[in-house]
């Protein structure tokens, strides 16, 4: 990744993921390097990232973590990077957090100049937008569509998420893509960009279009949004072995680190997705 080592893409990637994550989030608090975020049970703000990264964590920082998420009768969770420092670990480890999943980092550096296209060419019959977020019909078929492959076909949108969906696209850092077939809204992906570094998130393309190429076509258009906007590097953040792995690598990312989500389980509190 040219002069950018894995670690230097981690300490930006994991500033923009806490940033961003603070942005969607109706409360959040510094911690550790990083930040912690809740916006009530179900939301998928709640969660803890970028702590670690700049040296040892003290223990009081770590209950700290703890009370923040179970005073709101919510499950402690936190993503931690490979870089992070041991004593996070150590401190997690010791109040019984326990791992939940694993995460993978992938990443492309955006060359000055270089044209993005998709692999398999642009699909046929399908436009794509940039969401106005001053256009609240536009929005809402955006999160719509965006969303519709992390909940079961056909079900509406779980009010947190959908609120979380409009604080984002209301941010300068954000830009929404949306993918039309005629003006059926048929996908969707976000860009959000940080110091240096922007990542691709919540990119879903519906059933009934899946395998005609939209989401490696709403990979590069936000590709080439972030090197508009000045970033080096692009990130996506995938469980390992999923299409988006796939769809990633056609575009050029490559691995470059490894995270775990981690929580700690108690009577009465609500995980968070």
């Known amino acids: 990744m040219s002069n950018l080592t894995p670690r230097d893409i981690a300490a930006l990637e994991e500033r923009r993921q806490a940033e961003c994550t603070v942005a969607a989030a109706l409360v959040s608090e510094p911690i550790a390097g990083g930040f912690m975020s809740v916006s009530g049970v179900g939301s998928w703000?709640?969660?803890?990232?970028?702590?670690?990264?700049?040296?040892?964590?003290?223990?009081?920082?770590?209950?700290?973590?703890?009370?923040?998420?179970?005073?709101?009768?919510?499950?402690?969770?936190?993503?931690?990077?490979?870089?992070?420092?041991?004593?996070?670990?150590?401190?997690?480890?010791?109040?019984?957090f326990v791992l939940r999943e694993f995460e993978a980092v992938l990443a492309r550096q955006l060359a000055p100049g270089e044209a993005f296209a998709p692999a398999q060419g642009w699909p046929p019959g399908i436009t794509f937008v940039r969401v106005d977020p001053r256009d609240a019909?536009?929005?809402?078929?955006?999160?719509?569509?965006?969303?519709?492959?992390?909940?079961?076909?056909?079900?509406?949108?779980?009010?947190?998420?959908?609120?979380?969906?409009?604080?984002?696209?209301?941010?300068?850092?954000?830009?929404?893509?949306?993918?039309?077939?005629g003006e059926v809204a048929v996908g969707g992906?976000?860009?959000?960009?940080?110091?240096?570094?922007?990542?691709?998130?919540?990119?879903?393309?519906?059933?009934?279009?899946?395998?005609?190429?939209?989401?490696?076509?709403?990979?590069?258009?936000?590709?080439r949004a972030a090197q508009a906007r000045g970033c080096a590097v692009v990130c996506i953040h995938s469980r390992p072995g999923i299409p988006t792995e796939r769809n990633a690598a056609r575009m050029g990312f490559a691995l470059v680190y490894h995270k775990v989500a981690l929580v700690r389980p108690g009577p009465g509190l609500e995980p968070s997705p």
């Open 45 to 96: 703000t709640n969660q803890a990232c970028g702590l670690g990264l700049a040296g040892p964590v003290e223990t009081a920082e770590v209950d700290r973590l703890v009370e923040f998420y179970a005073s709101r009768g919510i499950e402690p969770k936190i993503e931690v990077s490979a870089f992070a420092d041991e004593s996070l670990l150590a401190g997690l480890a010791a109040r019984g």
């Open 137 to 181: 019909a536009q929005v809402e078929a955006f999160i719509d569509a965006s969303t519709c492959g992390f909940r079961p076909e056909g079900s509406p949108v779980p009010q947190e998420l959908a609120e979380a969906s409009r604080r984002m696209i209301a941010q300068a850092r954000t830009e929404c893509i949306l993918a039309l077939d």
């Open 189 to 223: 992906g976000t860009l959000d960009v940080g110091e240096g570094v922007a990542a691709l998130l919540g990119t879903s393309v519906r059933a009934s279009h899946r395998g005609r190429g939209i989401q490696q076509a709403l990979i590069a258009l936000r590709l």
